[in-house]
């Protein structure tokens, strides 16, 4: 999972040659992430109680907390869409090499999909929307919680050296 974090929060700035810069204002950094960490797993955990599949728990939790996000802070909209379809793009790629070094993975040890009973190049519909929803909320989330915005990534000058 960690790998799906790191990916799914830097694939839009890598792909667009993005940083991510202060934006200005001062508030309590960690206590924002630490609430709507909190806030994410609620929802999930909620949603989980009465009987909604943990992964699509998670994915609602995920996207309906981004979502918040991204009411308040509208310049994340098109980086996390971005960010969200780089994210599931990855996903299937490391989904179709899973496939490819664990033959059937998919039919032996993942569930039959709930609610999208389809498959991509294979990959369960579900798991590329759990890629995706992933994406989405690891774009806006660090960039809401701490304040920052994405700005193109300054070239160095060949001139000086």
Same mark, same amino acid.
């Given at each position: 999972m960690?790998?799906l974090?790191?990916?799914?929060?830097?694939?839009y700035?890598? $792909? =667009?040659?993005?940083?991510?810069?202060?934006? *200005?204002?001062?508030s309590?950094?960690g206590?924002? $992430?630490? !609430?709507?960490?909190?806030?994410?797993l609620?929802v999930a955990?909620? +949603?989980?109680?009465?009987g909604?599949p943990i992964?699509y728990a $998670?994915? $609602?939790a995920m996207?309906?907390?981004a979502? *918040?996000a991204l009411?308040?802070?509208?310049?994340? &909209?098109l %980086?996390?869409?971005?960010?969200?379809g780089?994210?599931g793009?990855?996903?299937l790629?490391?989904?179709?090499? =899973? /496939? +490819? +070094?664990? @033959?059937?993975? =998919? /039919?032996?040890?993942w569930? %039959?999909s709930?609610?999208l009973? !389809?498959?991509?190049? *294979? &990959?369960p +519909?579900? /798991?590329?929307?759990?890629? &995706?929803?992933s994406?989405?909320a690891?774009?806006?989330?660090?960039a809401?919680? =701490?304040?920052l /915005?994405?700005? %193109?990534?300054?070239? @160095?000058?060949?001139?000086?050296?």
């Amino acid at each position: 999972m960690a790998q799906l974090g790191a990916f799914s929060s830097t694939a839009y700035a890598v $792909a =667009f040659r993005r940083t991510v810069v202060p934006r *200005g204002g001062t508030s309590k950094h960690g206590w924002r $992430a630490i !609430g709507a960490i909190m806030l994410m797993l609620a929802v999930a955990g909620l +949603l989980n109680a009465v009987g909604v599949p943990i992964l699509y728990a $998670a994915v $609602a939790a995920m996207v309906s907390c981004a979502v *918040g996000a991204l009411v308040v802070r509208p310049d994340l &909209v098109l %980086p996390s869409l971005w960010g969200a379809g780089l994210s599931g793009i990855i996903y299937l790629g490391l989904c179709l090499l =899973f /496939e +490819l +070094l664990v @033959p059937g993975v =998919f /039919e032996r040890t993942w569930r %039959p999909s709930i609610l999208l009973r !389809g498959r991509f190049l *294979g &990959v369960p +519909l579900d /798991e590329l929307l759990y890629g &995706v929803g992933s994406g989405l909320a690891a774009t806006v989330f660090p960039a809401w919680a =701490f304040r920052l /915005e994405f700005t %193109p990534l300054q070239r @160095p000058d060949s001139r000086s050296g």
